[in-house]
């Protein structure tokens, strides 16, 4: 396809004057270039397909930059991104040093609000809304919310707050047929159920509209016929839970009917009180699988896809991965557990495919539990389950579960209720960026009174740990892990049940010892081989328990070592390494301590194995570290 009117569009501005005819012409090309890009590098492909149609009447219809249009999660926004100047750049996206997969602020001046969680926009949208009192500005405000974001809590504390505060603004409520877990709960039951009953917003307009023909003033008409409508909201839409919560709601419409979406958009866009847009919608439009008929339908191989060089827009997800991710290795051991302990379940917010729960779900239905985008929630509700002795496993990705940071400690920690937690994809999570690396999660487990924080080195050792935690009965207990390969696994391996806090020496060495958590251990290994080349004797300790650590073995360092190289897969501010610092300087160490770690910032979206060795967070980094020092002792190190 030839791009005649996509390559020239710099701004929303450019595309102000088209007729219907070439919104629609450069509606099928947005969907041929993104599907013909993001099929070659890689990327979030079915959320943009489809809001292509939304995209486009938005910023047809509203004037942006000026007005703001902020979205939820951000992954959507491919084709936002191509209309708003960043064409010449699109290539890029996801790409280390390139556009971000996200919206950021720092990108552009049409990226109002950045986010990588869900639920968010609602909020955001409120508070840029009613910013306008205090600045003297004046604008228009559009938030556009999934249906699966619409399940978090945040969405409804914000909703509450809008429609208390009568906060002038246009939720859209991008309804779809797909999402990567099947959306749960009654907010899903109730929206289709409002799908199936159009009645009310028929019976509505053309009520509305005689009433201006009324002999008895319009006035007095309407006032009658809000009481009338009162009794039809109840008779015709069971609930009206949005109108109820303050929001004129309007709807369902078609999403991908162009020409109603900008007709229903200028009729609504100067309603200076808030107001639902109900927006029917199928994720992936215009994307034909290899298997499927409809891109939609195949949610969890199109939500993102793996880069396939890929020149006519066919997409592959086939992995030629011979060792399991950790994520697999978790999917398989949480079904072996299940089979012999009828006492466990496993929760998970949303991400069933993630975090490699698919197995269990099909074997286990009843022991299972999704809750939606509702991290919290999955928290407090695993403890609820606790107090009556079943043994939750809570499998979340580490970046998400900072959203129930309070609930870990208040509803988990403090009443010493035996939740295990399984972090997926902790440290650097890749090409998602800041918002999906799980760099965060030693540092706020690790300052958790009684919290036990492990971190496997390969899959058979995530068995250990698994079942050590499900014997530990005193408190919470956390495994962190990569999205990364597993390692080692054996199918019919053994579970061991750990000591507590013990660590592991898996290299004998002399003067100088090096501490690592989780895979990193392997790096350790390798450095210290090529170290020895050099005469340098280099121990190599599996710190597999970050908190509690193993004081007797610090101990040992005390007394034995010269040199100590922590190196971890999270940010140095508050992680392993520090405590480790401080503890040897609080008990006498008179050598010297090196951290390897990801730094005090927010690190770029990238290919994990670049922003690993960028941050030198491998064996170059390791023997980088104890060279220094080598130097510095005028020790020959090319002998």
């Known amino acids: 396809m030839q791009l005649e009117l996509l390559k020239n569009i710099n701004s929303p501005d450019d595309i102000r004057n088209y007729s219907i005819e070439e919104l629609n012409k450069l509606v099928d090309e947005l969907r041929y270039y993104i599907i013909k890009t993001i099929s070659e590098i890689g990327g979030h492909l079915a959320p943009t397909l ?16 000026r007005d703001k249009i902020i979205w939820d999660v951000g992954h959507q926004g491919y084709a936002h991104k191509l209309l708003t100047g960043r064409f010449d750049q699109f290539h890029s996206i996801r790409q280390f040093g390139g556009l971000s997969g996200f919206l950021k602020r720092s990108e552009s001046e049409y990226d109002v609000f950045g986010a990588g969680h869900a639920s968010t926009s609602v909020s955001a949208a409120t508070g840029i809304a009613q910013s306008q009192k205090h600045s003297g500005k004046d604008f228009r405000v559009v938030s556009v919310i999934g249906d699966g974001s619409m399940t978090g809590g945040l969405a409804f504390e914000a909703l509450n707050n809008a429609g208390h505060l009568k906060t002038p603004m246009i939720l859209v409520l991008n309804d779809n047929e797909m999402s990567i877990s099947p959306n749960v709960g009654a907010l899903n039951n109730y929206l289709t159920k409002i799908v199936t009953n159009p009645t009310y917003n028929r019976i509505r307009e053309e009520i509305w509209k005689i009433s201006g023909k009324l002999p008895f003033g319009k006035s007095k008409a309407r006032t009658i016929l809000h009481r009338v409508e009162d009794s039809l909201k109840s008779l015709l839409v069971p609930g009206m839970l949005f109108e109820e919560l303050g929001f004129r709601y309007i709807g369902p419409i078609d999403g991908h009917n162009l020409n109603d979406l900008i007709n229903t958009f200028e009729k609504i866009k100067d309603i200076k009180s808030p107001l639902l847009l109900h927006v029917l919608t199928k994720k992936g439009k215009g994307m034909a699988s290899v298997k499927k008929d409809e891109y939609h339908l195949d949610a969890v191989k199109f939500h993102a896809v793996k880069p396939n060089g890929s020149k006519n827009g066919k997409v592959s997800s086939n992995q030629n991965q011979v060792t399991p991710s950790f994520q697999d290795v978790f999917g398989s051991l949480v079904c072996e557990i299940a089979r012999n302990r009828k006492d466990t379940v496993c929760i998970t917010a949303a991400m069933r495919e993630g975090t490699g729960l698919v197995p269990y779900a099909k074997e286990f239905p009843d022991r299972y539990y999704d809750v939606g985008i509702a991290e919290g929630h999955a928290v407090t509700f695993a403890s ?100 990364a390969s597993s390692v080692n696994f054996e199918n019919t391996g053994q579970a061991e049940l750990l000591s507590i806090g013990s660590w592991e020496v898996l290299r004998q060495g002399e003067k100088i010892a090096i501490l690592a958590v989780g895979p990193l251990v392997f790096d350790a290994m390798d450095a210290a081989t090529e170290l020895e080349e050099h005469g340098l004797n280099c121990e190599v300790v599996n710190c597999r328990f970050i908190k509690p650590m193993d004081e007797a073995y610090l101990k040992h360092i005390v007394d034995q070592f010269d040199q100590v190289i922590t190196i971890e897969e999270g940010v140095i501010n508050g992680g ?7 503890w040897l300087l609080l008990n006498g160490f008179k050598g010297n301590t090196e951290i390897i770690g990801l730094p005090n910032k927010f690190v770029e979206h990238g290919p994990r194995q670049i922003l690993l060795d960028k941050y030198g967070i491998n064996v170059e980094g390791i023997k980088s570290a104890i060279f220094e020092k080598a130097l510095i002792e005028d020790l020959d190190i090319n002998q």
């Not at 489809?50 to 047809?60: D, P, R, S, W, Y």
């Not at 399984?422 to 960026?433: F, K, M, V």
Request: with cysteine.
């Open 50 to 65: 489809g809001v292509i149609e939304l995209t486009v009447a938005l910023h047809k219809v509203f004037e942006t930059p």
């Open 384 to 483: 609820g389950l606790a107090t009556e002795n079943i043994r939750p496993i809570v499998a979340i990705y580490s970046t998400f579960l900072q959203r129930a940071f309070d609930h870990i400690i208040h509803d988990a920690a403090i009443q010493h209720l035996p939740v295990v937690f399984c972090l997926d994809r902790s440290g650097i999570a890749g090409e998602d960026g800041p918002t999906h690396h799980g760099a965060l999660d030693i540092a706020y487990l690790k300052c958790i009174q009684d919290m036990i924080l492990a971190a496997p080195k390969d899959g058979n050792e995530l068995r250990h740990l698994l079942y050590t935690a499900l014997d530990y009965n005193k408190g919470p207990f956390a495994i962190r892990y990569p999205k």
């Open 576 to 582: 392993f390494g520090e405590g480790i610092s401080s």
